[in-house]
């Protein structure tokens, strides 16, 4: 029987704010995606490459986020003000040299990515048209996972959360005004996106180094925190290019169905990566209060909000496969009216909201391990579970099985996840106690 303790408490008090801070970029997405999805297949279709490849580029930069709330939240925990804010900086001037030249390999690089995933001329089109207006947000999108990385660390969410709200409501306004109103199409799109992705990132930005100056670190470039942040970050990096590489597979497998297929499974990903952001809040308190609580020395507290993650990553796993279940028959009409995207679409989610229960605990292991700074480990995991996913994937593109087939891999993709995590949770390796 569940009975609510301090442990829920705490795990409550970061998540429920870190959730709304979370589904922002897949809040984004899904009102990008309904509102294209309205000018027709094609467009839709030029999203899901767009998207796919953009969050691709910016999840493989999570580490930013991961990073400085594992190295912030374990120094905050161990007393060490200035020197979090410190990494904290160093984080931000990371993502502002990394944003620079990622933006500019996507807007070189936009034309040849579309080309290889996408399922026709048109759809190759109205991709590249959204990457190269996408590209000069890209340092945005980085600087708002270090700066929200940061304050979750000393535990601030409520920042992110208002900044997040404030960035939605400008979205969905922007991209109304510009793609209907304006009649500017996929590429009003992108750019609505891409200024509420800058107004969000300016305004967290001027937050952290506010802070910084309060807890006596300068905020200015230090090399030496930006190389320890960028070294610090390679694990990572590492662990996340092999989620984004299974992600990115999927949609090339799933444009070899057809551009209705390949439509309906734009909706299909961008449903689950709301529900995997909005199932990562509990992720996010795992990273947060596992660092606070190992950098403060307490290895049986850590112990026990472990076992309290667990339960809540089941129950909201739970939750969203039962939400995603009930809504499978309809969720199409509201992105597009075409009945060949609704037909491929429907036992696709049937399957996704199968997987949901695994996907919780997965990201609550997951979060936990990356507060630890057991980065290491996550990496070797996430090759050993690519190597079982894309066979699996590919398989369902050789014999052209359809959707609801590859999102079955994905299923696959989950429980290896799964075994990985939890034999290492099971372990003491990574409960390194201490600033």
């Given at each position: 029987?569940?009975?609510?303790?301090?442990?829920?408490?705490?795990?409550?008090?970061?998540?429920?704010?870190a959730?709304?801070?979370?589904?922002?970029?897949?809040?984004?997405?899904?009102?990008?995606?309904?509102?294209v999805?309205?000018?027709?297949?094609?467009?839709?279709?030029?999203l899901?490459?767009?998207?796919?490849?953009?969050?691709?580029?910016v999840?493989?930069?999570v580490?930013?986020?991961?990073?400085?709330?594992?190295t912030?939240?374990r120094?905050?925990?161990?007393?060490?003000?200035?020197?979090?804010?410190?990494?904290?900086?160093?984080?931000?001037?990371?993502?502002?040299?990394?944003?620079?030249?990622l933006?500019?390999?996507?807007?070189?690089?936009?034309?040849?990515?579309?080309?290889?995933?996408?399922?026709?001329?048109?759809?190759?089109?109205?991709?590249?048209?959204?990457?190269?207006?996408?590209?000069?947000?890209?340092?945005?999108?980085?600087?708002v996972?270090?700066?929200?990385?940061?304050?979750?660390?000393v535990?601030?969410?409520?920042?992110p959360?208002?900044?997040?709200?404030v960035?939605?409501?400008?979205?969905?306004?922007?991209?109304l005004?510009?793609?209907?109103?304006?009649?500017?199409?996929?590429?009003?799109s992108?750019?609505?996106?891409a200024?509420?992705?800058?107004?969000a990132?300016?305004?967290?930005?001027?937050?952290?180094?506010?802070?910084?100056?309060?807890?006596?670190?300068?905020?200015?470039?230090d090399?030496?925190?930006?190389?320890?942040?960028?070294?610090?970050?390679?694990?990572?990096?590492?662990?996340?290019?092999?989620l984004?590489?299974?992600?990115?597979?999927?949609?090339a497998?799933?444009?070899?169905?057809g551009?209705?297929p390949?439509?309906?499974?734009?909706?299909?990903?961008?449903l689950?990566?709301?529900?995997?952001?909005?199932?990562d809040?509990?992720?996010?308190?795992?990273?947060?209060?596992?660092g606070?609580?190992?950098?403060?020395?307490?290895a049986?507290?850590?112990?026990e909000?472990?076992?309290?993650?667990?339960?809540?990553?089941?129950?909201?796993?739970?939750?969203?496969?039962?939400?995603?279940?009930?809504?499978?028959?309809?969720?199409?009409?509201?992105?597009?009216?075409?009945?060949?995207?609704h037909?491929?679409?429907?036992?696709?989610?049937?399957?996704?909201?199968?997987?949901?229960?695994?996907?919780g605990?997965?990201?609550?292991?997951?979060?936990?391990?990356?507060?630890?700074?057991?980065g290491?480990?996550?990496?070797w995991?996430?090759?050993?579970v690519?190597a079982?996913?894309a066979?699996?994937?590919l398989?369902?593109?050789?014999?052209?099985?359809?959707?609801?087939?590859?999102?079955?891999?994905?299923?696959?993709?989950q429980?290896a996840?799964?075994?990985?995590l939890?034999?290492?949770?099971?372990?003491?390796?990574?409960?390194?106690?201490?600033?």
């Amino acid at each position: 029987m569940f009975t609510w303790g301090a442990a829920d408490r705490q795990i409550v008090a970061v998540a429920v704010p870190a959730f709304f801070a979370l589904v922002s970029e897949p809040l984004m997405l899904l009102a990008d995606t309904a509102i294209v999805g309205r000018l027709g297949v094609a467009e839709l279709g030029g999203l899901a490459v767009a998207s796919s490849v953009l969050l691709t580029v910016v999840g493989l930069c999570v580490f930013l986020a991961y990073g400085s709330t594992a190295t912030v939240a374990r120094l905050h925990g161990a007393g060490h003000e200035r020197a979090a804010f410190d990494g904290a900086t160093g984080g931000l001037w990371l993502a502002v040299g990394l944003g620079v030249v990622l933006g500019g390999l996507l807007a070189a690089a936009s034309r040849p990515l579309a080309g290889v995933l996408g399922s026709s001329p048109e759809v190759e089109g109205h991709a590249t048209t959204y990457l190269l207006v996408s590209a000069p947000a890209v340092p945005a999108m980085l600087l708002v996972l270090a700066a929200t990385g940061a304050l979750r660390g000393v535990l601030d969410l409520r920042t992110p959360l208002v900044v997040t709200v404030v960035a939605n409501l400008l979205n969905v306004a922007l991209n109304l005004l510009l793609v209907h109103g304006a009649g500017l199409g996929v590429a009003g799109s992108a750019a609505g996106t891409a200024i509420a992705q800058w107004v969000a990132a300016l305004w967290l930005v001027a937050v952290v180094l506010r802070r910084a100056r309060a807890a006596g670190s300068s905020g200015r470039p230090d090399v030496a925190g930006v190389v320890s942040a960028a070294r610090d970050g390679v694990p990572l990096l590492a662990r996340t290019a092999t989620l984004r590489a299974a992600l990115l597979l999927g949609t090339a497998v799933a444009a070899t169905f057809g551009d209705a297929p390949l439509a309906a499974h734009q909706i299909a990903t961008s449903l689950v990566t709301f529900l995997a952001f909005a199932m990562d809040a509990i992720a996010i308190a795992g990273q947060t209060l596992t660092g606070r609580t190992l950098g403060s020395g307490d290895a049986e507290g850590t112990r026990e909000l472990t076992r309290r993650m667990i339960t809540w990553g089941v129950g909201t796993g739970l939750l969203a496969g039962l939400l995603l279940l009930a809504l499978s028959p309809v969720v199409g009409s509201w992105f597009t009216a075409d009945e060949q995207v609704h037909a491929a679409l429907v036992p696709a989610l049937v399957v996704v909201a199968a997987v949901q229960p695994v996907s919780g605990v997965v990201f609550v292991l997951d979060g936990v391990l990356i507060g630890a700074g057991d980065g290491v480990y996550l990496a070797w995991a996430g090759l050993a579970v690519l190597a079982v996913y894309a066979p699996l994937a590919l398989l369902a593109g050789s014999l052209g099985a359809g959707l609801a087939w590859l999102w079955l891999a994905y299923g696959g993709f989950q429980l290896a996840r799964l075994v990985t995590l939890w034999l290492r949770q099971r372990g003491t390796a990574w409960m390194v106690l201490g600033a």
